[in-house]
Nanobody
């Protein structure tokens, strides 16, 4: 069973930066895609970014393009999200997710992923 553990959340002023990390453990880990989602109070969980594990190709939601960078370390089984120029609207519980294989769902939807972390809180003060 794959386990994902996020870290790196916290409180930051608007314009500041945070780096989230997600460590994967369990049986042989070789996902199809790793992604980050976020969920603000009263809102649905939304897609932020994903990375193809083998190629390293990255994709982002428009709202974070140019500010966030997703990366992976295959040797450590880790995926990170560098968040710069944070805005109050970026505040949310951030989740790491892994898709072991293509499940037939659009990769920007939660149903495409079969493993989830517990989330790490990001708070941005204005």
């Amino acid at each position: 069973q794959v386990q994902l553990v996020e870290s790196g959340g916290g409180l930051v002023q608007a314009g500041g930066s945070l780096r989230l990390s997600c460590a994967a453990s369990g049986r042989t880990f070789s996902p199809y895609v790793m992604g980050w989602f976020r969920q603000a109070p009263g809102k649905e969980r939304e897609y932020v970014a994903h990375i193809r594990w083998s190629s390293g190709t990255t994709y982002y939601v428009d709202a974070v393009k140019g500010r966030f960078t997703i990366s992976r370390d295959n040797a450590k089984n880790e995926v990170s999200l560098q968040m710069n120029s944070l805005k109050p609207e970026d505040a949310a519980l951030y989740y790491c997710a892994a898709a072991g294989s293509w499940r037939g769902y659009t990769i920007t939807t939660t149903r495409a992923y079969d493993h989830w972390g517990q989330g790490t809180q990001v708070t941005v003060s204005s």
